[in-house]
């Protein structure tokens, strides 16, 4: 996309910029002309000059507004290739009602695509049901990726994950993603109203769960300090009265989130520490403590040893 929007500009900045010269030197020449053939006076000649060079700029300025729409309409028709493109997964079987959530990670082998060197090889790894886990290494070694083979975003090359003993390489995503909830490093809150980052849903929220889980994180105070309450949006891309979140303010929200959502059998937080002061990582540390006395399966990453030592005391195993 960069290399054909950079190729678009160095076509036609050019012969933008080249016609322009051409017209105002042309009618730099003619009012010259008219000048000295006594057709016009100096005031007039001044003024008109003075017209030529506001009309050349403002032409250059329009040129560059219709190339600069012009060149963001390739992302737009990338945006609509995306859109109109059957995204949603097919196939693979349904998670029954009752199941547990033990996970059994078997000689699972992973790299990226036109790469030769492995992310992960031969892991294996058993965390039992309702089992509290962290994983813990240094920037690179793999914990974001594992996760995401977890929850199905990623496909591993060799080995097998199973849930339940269920290999979920047969089970779709959209029943896969209903039994985790899942907190990744990266946190962008959508332009959609406090209420609909949560639930993601416009319609079907239930207003006291999401004040219940924002209790939870420590936000709801914040919250309702505006005067929308839940539904103020967030971002400054739609509505004007749009609120900022911080970092941490944001790592708090995505996890309401995840507390939110009914089905999740197993909660993961990759590096639930990230932007959160002492007194957050403090109720951290009680909203999982929570969490395992509810029987939820937790899988923690960090690559911060000292801050998980200090949680594992009471939560991990």
């Known amino acids: 996309i960069l290399k054909t929007l950079f190729s678009y500009r160095m076509k036609f900045s050019p012969l933008s910029a080249f016609t322009l010269s051409i017209i105002f030197l042309s009618g730099l020449y003619f009012l010259s002309h008219a000048y000295l053939e006594n057709a016009i006076d100096g005031p007039t000649y001044l003024m008109m000059i003075m017209a030529l060079m506001l009309t050349s700029n403002l032409t250059y300025k329009l040129s560059q507004n219709i190339a600069f729409v012009i060149g963001q309409s390739i992302y737009l028709d990338d945006l609509y290739d995306w859109l109109e493109a059957d995204v949603n997964p ?120 999401v004040k219940e889980v924002l209790k939870k994180v420590g936000l709801l105070e914040k919250i309702e300090s505006f005067p929308k309450g839940i539904h103020t949006p967030l971002l400054k891309i739609v509505e004007d009265d749009g609120i900022i979140l911080s970092g ?22 990759d590096e639930p520490f990230n932007g959160l002061d002492k007194h957050g990582v403090a109720d951290m540390r009680g909203l999982i403590k929570e969490l395992k006395e509810r029987k939820k399966t937790i899988l923690l990453a960090s690559h911060n040893q000292g801050d998980i030592d200090e949680l594992c005391d009471t939560v991990c195993e």
Request: aromatic content about 6%; overall charge negative.
């Open 248 to 269: 941490g303010e944001n790592q708090k929200l995505m996890i309401a989130r995840a507390l939110y959502k009914d089905s999740a059998k197993i909660l993961i937080l």
């Open 90 to 209: 097919l196939g693979g079987k349904s998670l029954p009602d009752k199941m547990n959530s033990s996970i059994r990670i078997e000689d699972v082998w992973f790299r990226y695509p036109g790469s030769d060197e492995w992310v992960l090889e031969g892991v294996n790894l058993d965390i039992p049901d309702s089992s509290s886990l962290a994983l813990v290494g240094v920037n690179g070694a793999g914990k974001t990726t594992l996760i995401k083979l977890l929850t199905g975003l990623y496909q591993v090359e060799k080995g097998a994950i199973y849930i339940d003993g269920i290999n979920i390489d047969e089970v779709s995503q959209k029943e896969l993603s209903k039994i985790f909830g899942v907190v990744f490093q990266d946190v962008n809150p959508a332009a959609l109203t406090v209420a609909e980052n949560i639930a993601i849903d416009e319609d079907n929220i239930n207003e006291d769960k």
